[in-house]
């Protein structure tokens, strides 16, 4: 298998990682590369500011950037990834589904549409066929899916690991990374020596976005999940890996070893990006750490660690690579179920 | 007034600042420093590393560090402070009350002895009552009074000023400082570019002084207050001041007008440490932040901001100096409070 | 005395430390501010994205701001501040000196021209008499004054200081805050757990500037100092404060001793905001630091330490708060000399 | 081939980089870990506080941990890999090398004797003659090699490229990693938002090493190389990568493009960890960068860039990965030098 693919917004900070992942890619093939107006008919070399701490791969340092835009794009790419800004992939994701093309995008437009599937392949993978609700009301031959936010991917697998226990209520403080608001997104005179509480939108995302992820579907419709979810969101000066606390309340209350089974339990996915296991769950105390454990598993591992009881239920602490797990490799992989459950 | 005053522990980071905090002061007057066995006998300056970002004040430089002993200290010192490593002052502190002297103490022993009052003047003055309980009980001349733990201190004026809504449980993560575990305490190769979600035995002690400091005091005996406390603390790559995530679940369910006039109108104490107003409260959904905020009333005020309501309460965020409202300022404040009402 | 004055760029990073400086000033009084089109008719508290951490004057706050534009400015300004980007200062100060004003500049345009003072007022106030060269030439009735680049300021107090040992040769490697670029010039992607060995132009200006301010005047022409300076410069993690390592090879081979005296010696300016003593000398090889000792002196004074023999001359290091000796302190202290030798 | 090694000082944070080489090296196997007397007798998981980014090898982990003592390690050892502390090391290396052992070490003790080799490969691998000298004078089977220092070996091999320039002077400032001083050697109160111009001993180390290394050997005895060295060593917030900025003034008065070719025709050692091209050159004048550069080649390239004309040479800055490059990947180097060419 073979599928061409076209990556929107391949300069930006998920773009490069997107092509990080994508260049020695088993199924996919780099075909076409979009950026802004300014950037297209330009080099890739030339137009992306490429920070990713491992060379451009020199195939695609020589692509000549295009616009982004259907009639850009050859017909004959299969699969679109997307890590366009949400008031740009607004405009033109729709389009490029109308024009036949399946996007998989990491933008954060139109996540909560009610026939938009927003999926984690590890948990809710059933939630493609949604695919055929949006086909139908809209009349397109392509299609959108979505992956969530980096700081719900971090939690959410945690979390679907546990709600056999019957799960009512969530309370997560983000330590984020600054990756998490791209190249330019934190100046350094913001975060060094300090902490920001506050990511604009980020709280609301990981509240809404959780429930559906988390939610039945029956075929026709995607109900939400019942639980509770309350989040805090924080900025810290670390470069990539959200780190997590989360306090989970629990109907049936578990002891901590059982929570710790259910976590080192989460089924991975039979996709080349699902790592094995889907959660790595530490003993110690003080693990996970963003430095020490982001790159687990190339990036797609969550890890866990600090399970403890509380009078509710369990607190623990959870850690994805926010700009790997949390939004490149999460479009890759949803990529990949895609191509796998013949959607393309 | 002029109280000669004692520092035991005087060239570790809380016994600088401590220092810092007394040099200058209205009624305090230094009259001796204590240190290791090896420090004793050499001038201040020799022994201290002195980290505090403004020069040793000339008269402290030289004077000369004595052994932590009662025999070592002079009969007429009123009052003495301790920043002690809790195993030290476990066996040091008694000793010294024993002999006479008033304690108040930074160091985490006793904290939870039910003889030992554990004060914040503008939250529980009363339960500096206790000291007669505690002379009656242990036969001292002296008393030994504590101040709670740096994270306990940033929460818990906010929380006192949230209790008349009636305050049922609380869930809080906290960003804490480096300098919150000493100069040699967080190594750098620890922390930059990452955050440790661990820091032993200090949720515990957030749970369990929060609710002795809230408790009721009857002139004989405290109860602690029965609001559940769970924490989740993680060290943070900033040099000083904790921020804290803080949800409260609050039985009368005030609108978040509400709880921003409770905060804003938590009342200081009429001594000369005591910030006016006690919280700061922001507007601004990114504040408090901890480079920007921490010196906020000479690092004596608790900050807050970011109030919004959840389902079962508020959620907000505060922030407090670690080094100065949280031990060294909190330690003088308790100084100042024993002085003003005669235990000395 | 009392001047009024005005700030051109108001909201920047340097303007916000202008206003810091010049609110509580003994002599100037802040009579109008300046920012973009955009920010005009503006609150100064709504456009300034405040970052010094101390609150805004509040009456500054309400301030309105109006364009940059001499005929936005009362006429009754007797001295005008401009921390402008170089490339809007270079149309803009002209204006305003032809306009009648004395312009105190911190921005990079124009510091070569051959008829514009270049000041450091302990350094070479003399220069300042360039004025009646430019007011020749130009025809101007007000004037254009400028302070050198932050990283020149710190060095060149040392090296002036060093001259009469006959100063040859200069070697300086700079460790720069990320303040110096302004509040979003260095992303936290780019330096977090990094160091960027590229300023663009810093090292020139270092080169050309240095040997402008050492130069000779002789009441028509200034020469450059004929001393080769070579210059590498460096963005490192820190907020404030510029570290330098300097080589100066001195022909008339002076102790150590010897160095150091000098630089304790170097004279300060009898104007406010001149430190006592201009140099801070170190015994202590790992001091300055900036941390520790951006704010000697309110931020006004150089550390220098670690004074060596090399076989040459000498090695040491030294220091100075970027945006407060480097810029804004720079700007308001040259004013200060304008305002006391009747220039306004 | 395969040589049993034994690694000294295994659980320090030279020991773990040295582990986590040596246990894929093709060539090497490990066949004794030691480490102080009190972790002697316990598993390496248990004693070493791993702290290198990815997991310790599972085999490694279960290993028995040693005394550090001839006695303690097997006959049948081929190669001792050193990286005690130097005081240690200066009892204990000579006493492996009398018994027999051939030791690579990264210790500072012995690397100036007269008859003590001090190689890196790619540079001066004909010194390792030197150890018939030893073998003479001092009566030993084994023998002791020395690597250079991290911030020496940062530099030596862009020198030794433009030797044939007629390499005159050199002047460098560095700026070194957390890493360069072990797990705990930097607190971190010490470096957040701060830099220390100083480091103990390492001008010194960088002046007198780099001129053995570039000296000439006769077969009998070595000449230091006449160029003066002067450095200025500094303390940054990175936790790994020395970035250095180096003046070199050279007789010949090469172009930029001569000394860009020069650097980049550095020959590699035909030895599995020596990389290919030696040095990496960047046209970019903001690169090397330590984050982005520092693991190119497997943490064994260095990296050059920003070469510029000076008035008496060129200037330009280097980087290397001061824990593989400069360390643990230096002794290894060693290893597979002594290996190849008999020496064991």
Not at 78 to 98: K, M, N, Q, R, T
Not at 180 to 203: K, L, T
Not at 242 to 267: I, Q, R, T
Not at 308 to 314: D, I, K, L, N, W
Request: aromatic share 4%.
């Amino acid at each position: 298998m073979s599928v061409r693919v076209g990556v929107l917004g391949a300069t930006g900070a998920v773009g490069q990682r997107l092509i990080q992942l994508l260049d020695p890619h088993p199924d996919f093939e780099i075909a076409a590369l979009t950026a802004s107006d300014e950037s297209a008919g330009h080099d890739y070399r030339e137009v992306a500011k490429w920070r990713v701490d491992a060379p451009i791969p020199e195939d695609v340092a020589s692509t000549t950037v295009v616009e982004t835009d259907p009639s850009a794009v050859p017909d004959d790419v299969d699969l679109i990834f997307s890590s366009l800004p949400s008031s740009v992939g607004e405009a033109v994701e729709p389009a490029f589904a109308e024009a036949g093309y399946v996007v998989s995008s990491n933008s954060s437009n139109a996540r909560m549409d009610d026939d938009v599937p927003l999926v984690i392949p590890e948990v809710n993978a059933e939630h493609m066929q949604l695919i055929e609700v949006q086909r139908d009301e809209r009349g397109w031959d392509g299609a959108l899916v979505k992956n969530p936010n980096c700081s719900t991917i971090t939690m959410v697998p945690t979390l679907a690991a546990l709600d056999s226990f019957g799960l009512e209520r969530v309370h997560v403080s983000t330590l984020q990374a600054v990756s998490g608001a791209g190249y330019s997104g934190v100046s350094s005179m913001e975060i060094i020596d300090n902490v920001v509480p506050h990511i604009g939108g980020e709280e609301a995302k990981m509240e809404s976005e959780s429930r559906k992820l988390l939610g039945a579907f029956d075929g026709a419709e995607l109900s939400l999940h019942d639980a509770e979810v309350s989040a805090s969101c924080n900025r810290v000066p670390t470069i990539d890996g959200h780190l997590e606390n989360v306090w989970a309340e629990l109907a049936d209350d578990p002891s901590v070893g059982d929570v710790e089974d259910a976590l080192a339990a989460a089924p991975s996915a039979d996709l080349p990006s699902s790592p094995e296991p889907l959660v790595k769950v530490f003993d110690e105390p003080d693990r996970p750490q963003p430095r020490m454990d982001r790159m687990l598993g190339g990036g797609m591992q969550v890890a866990a660690g600090g399970v403890q009881e509380t009078p509710a239920g369990v607190q623990y602490n959870c850690l994805a690579h926010n700009t790997i797990r949390g939004a490149a490799g999460a479009s890759v992989l949803n990529g990949e179920l895609l191509a796998r459950d013949g959607w393309l």
